[in-house]
Structure formats: structure tokens, C-alpha cells
């Protein structure tokens, strides 16, 4: 059985049968069309927020939920979509870029900075281990420059004196080198207050104290202690103690006697002054002396114990000077006098002394007011001078004092001298003897 469309629930309705218009969203009415008691017309707006309950015999109409506006999409929620058929196209909206990443200074994305700063640039550099090896290079060719700089600038700082003889006949030259070193007492350059404290006496002497032949060559190195007090026939002069020979001609006469009596060639000549000796000793900051007894010279200056110990410039000027508390005077002073130089030579050449530039400026600026070198002398040569001089007493190198008949020194053994002379003079030191070469000149080694 088929409904008729009258019989429709949708259907506009007939007089006896149901009014389902309500389930459809339309108000029911009335007889005269209008809207039935307790209903508003959908063409309004409802003036209370609560309906009025409909009359008996009407059905409830279904209440309809009131509409929310959508809200407006986003633009990073806008999608592009196909419109329609019979509908116009939306315009595409312009693409949104996203936002940067938000972060912590210095984080990831951060850019980085040129300035300070925990990751700034100079702070990558510092942790790059190249950075180290460049800096250290840096450090270390400086040090090189300034380190062979400065002997070459007080260099020319320092006095070149003639030393070689203008009248007489000389040796012929010889193999190997032959240096003399002279200690003068020379008090020049010292003022009233410092000859009182170094205890040097009269400011006019200008004696030579101390004379050694420092000889290098093929063969073993001879350092050779010439006693003051030692009698020689000086030209111009006749007999006399050899260390009166610099105050009366300088050092040509002192050479040219020394080579007379000799017959040893003397190629480079290296001066010592009293005041030099405590700059040096105090620049490479003191050295060691071995005193066999315990030695008090109120003339000298020196008063020191028995046994190995660090002194200071003042002390070991003192300690090279005195003479008067051994038995064997000036002989017992040239061996002191030669420990001395020794020390001071193994100071200069350490490591530290060359590594420390302060003490390295220190001990350079001392060298103008410690040595005069002779003429003709390089910074070459005064190297090879300082080296020489450390390495005597070592190895095979001898130390000497010049072979004399008694403790006065006032004349050589010519038995032991001669021989001695000729192996220098023929560069053949390895043939010199034990008994040739002692520490005082008059006591043979035993055994």
C-alpha cells in the first residue's frame, strides 16, 4: 500500500491529520495562517533567552540550537581548495613564511660574534691547537733574536786596546790559538766608596795580579797561571817582577816579555778589571768556591769558611786577591784566581744564564766593565775564548801553574818550563807530563 502524499508526514497537511511541521522547523499556525499561541515567527529574533511552554493539546516543537559563527581560519591554516561548481574562486592568499626559531643567545642558529664572549672568535682561536703551535714559534723566534741580539749590542760597547808589540821581533805564527788573560788591579772606574768596599787599596796601582796562556788547538787545551812575583828579563827594563811590566809600557810591554821568555806566539789578548768581577759574579747571580781551610784576610776583605759554598761578587774578588793565609803566598792565589774565572765561565755558559733573559741583559751589560779584548778580536772569538776557558780542568784539558824552583815563584824551573813551552809552541799538549803541569807550579802529583 502506497501513502498518498496527502497521507506525508512533509506534506502540507489536511484537516484531520497529524501536524508534523514542527519536526520539519516550521512553526505550527493557526486557523488564520498566523503563528500558533506561544511561538515566534522565524523571521525574529526570540526576545527572551527561555520559550514559553506551548498550550495543552499543542506538541513541544523541537528547540533549535542557536548557530556559532565559525571562526576566521588562520593564514598558516589557509588551504588552497577547489571551488565549487557555478561558484566564483576564492583569490589565493599570499604564502606565509614561518617563523624563525626561537632560541637561547649563542644557541644553535644564533649567528655567531666577532667580540668576546664564551663562543666569540677570539675564544675558538685560543682553543685551537693551531693557535698554540704558532703562538710558541712566535715565542721562541723572539727569544732567538733577542737572545743573539744582545751580545752583539753591548759588543760594541766594549774597549779594543793594541796589545801587539810595535818594537822587536815576534814568534812566528803558530798552530792553534794562544790567548793571554791579564787581571789587572786597575782601580779605574771604581768610586772612593766601592775601593773602600772592595778593599783594593791604592787607586793609582795598575799591577797585573793575574796572567794565565789559555791554549787551543788540535790537542787537549792548557790553561797556564803565570806567578806575579815571577823575575824575567824585560826589554827596556833588565830583570823584574813580571807584573810591573804592564804599569810601565802597557799591555805591548807585557806581551812582548812574555813572548821573549816564552817563545809562545800570543794571538788574542782578554783583559779582567777588579770591578767587573763582582758585576759578573753578582749578573749570573754568584758562584761556587771550594776554600781547602777556612781563610780571614782583613786586607783583602775575605772572611769565609772551609768547604764548597755560593759567594757573591764581593766575595769572590776577595777569594781571587788574598794572599796571605797559605804557606804558599801567590802560588795558592793563581789556583783560586783560576777557580774563580772557571766558575764564572761555567755560570755564563749555562743554560739558565742563556734561557732567564733578564739574567741574560744583566750579565751582557757587565761584559764592558769586565773585558777589554784586543784588537782585532771578534764576537767569535771572544765566544770560543769563554768556551775554552770552561772547559780547562775538564776531560783531557790541564790547568797549570808555571813550574818554579820555589814557593817565592820569583824563578821558573826551565828543566819543567821548556818542555812545556815547546809542546804549546808545536800544538802537541797531549805530551805534556804530570810533572810539567801542577796545580801550584812547585808540587808533583804522587803516585
Not at 599570499?94 to 649567528?111: L, N, S, Y
Not at 772592595?198 to 789559555?214: F, I, V, W
Request: proline content about 12%.
Amino acid at each position: 500500500m502506497t501513502d498518498r502524499p496527502s497521507d506525508r508526514p512533509d506534506a502540507g497537511g489536511s484537516q484531520d491529520g497529524p501536524e508534523f511541521g514542527w519536526l520539519y522547523g516550521r512553526r505550527p499556525q493557526g486557523d488564520d495562517g498566523a503563528a500558533a499561541p506561544g511561538t515566534t515567527p522565524a523571521s525574529q529574533s526570540p526576545q527572551q533567552p527561555s520559550p514559553q511552554p506551548p498550550p495543552p493539546g499543542v506538541p513541544e516543537p523541537t528547540r533549535m540550537m542557536p548557530v556559532q559563527p565559525r571562526p576566521e581560519p588562520t593564514p598558516t591554516a589557509v588551504h588552497q581548495t577547489t571551488p565549487r561548481q557555478g561558484q566564483p574562486a576564492s583569490p589565493t592568499p599570499p604564502p606565509v613564511q614561518p617563523a624563525p626559531p626561537q632560541g637561547p643567545p649563542g644557541g644553535p642558529g644564533a649567528p655567531a660574534r666577532r667580540g668576546g664572549g664564551g663562543g666569540g672568535f677570539w675564544a675558538r682561536r685560543v682553543r685551537r691547537p693551531r693557535f698554540w703551535i704558532r703562538t710558541v714559534l712566535l715565542l721562541l723566534v723572539l727569544w732567538l733574536i733577542y737572545t743573539v741580539a744582545v751580545p752583539f749590542v753591548t759588543w760594541k760597547g766594549s774597549d779594543q786596546i793594541a796589545f801587539e808589540p810595535s818594537k822587536g821581533e815576534r814568534p812566528a805564527d803558530q798552530p792553534g790559538t794562544t790567548y793571554l788573560l791579564v787581571g789587572s788591579d786597575s782601580r779605574a772606574g771604581l768610586s772612593a766608596e766601592e775601593r773602600k768596599e772592595y778593599s783594593t787599596g791604592n787607586p793609582k796601582s795598575e799591577l797585573t795580579d793575574t796572567m794565565m796562556l789559555l791554549h787551543t788547538g788540535d790537542g787537549p787545551s792548557v790553561l797556564l797561571s803565570i806567578p806575579r812575583d815571577s823575575i824575567v828579563d824585560m826589554p827596556g827594563y833588565g830583570e823584574s817582577k813580571i807584573n810591573s811590566a804592564y804599569a810601565r809600557g802597557g799591555p805591548e810591554l807585557l806581551v812582548q816579555t812574555i813572548e821573549g821568555e816564552t817563545g809562545i806566539r800570543i794571538d788574542k789578548y782578554v783583559e779582567i778589571g777588579l770591578g767587573g768581577v763582582v758585576d759578573v759574579v753578582d749578573a749570573v747571580g754568584g758562584v761556587e768556591v771550594c776554600p781547602k781551610e777556612r781563610l780571614k784576610d782583613p786586607l783583602a776583605g775575605l772572611d769565609i769558611k772551609k768547604g764548597c759554598q755560593e759567594v757573591d761578587g764581593k766575595t769572590a774578588l776577595a777569594y781571587s786577591r788574598s794572599r796571605k793565609q797559605s804557606a804558599l803566598g801567590d802560588l795558592e792565589r793563581v789556583r783560586r784566581q783560576r777557580e774563580v774565572i772557571g766558575a764564572i765561565g761555567n755560570k755564563v755558559l749555562s743554560p739558565w744564564s742563556v734561557v732567564n733573559p733578564v739574567r741574560w741583559w744583566k750579565l751582557n751589560r757587565a761584559v764592558p766593565t769586565f773585558f777589554r779584548f784586543g784588537d782585532g778580536t771578534s764576537a767569535l772569538d771572544a765566544s770560543r775564548w769563554a768556551y775554552a776557558m770552561t772547559k780547562t780542568g775538564s776531560g783531557d784539558n790541564r790547568t797549570c801553574t808555571m813550574p818554579v824552583t820555589d814557593a817565592s815563584a820569583n824563578h821558573w824551573n826551565r828543566d819543567l818550563a821548556d818542555p812545556l813551552f815547546q809542546a804549546i809552541i808545536d800544538d802537541q799538549t797531549d805530551e805534556i807530563t804530570d810533572e810539567q803541569c801542577t796545580p801550584n807550579g812547585v808540587e808533583v802529583p804522587k803516585g
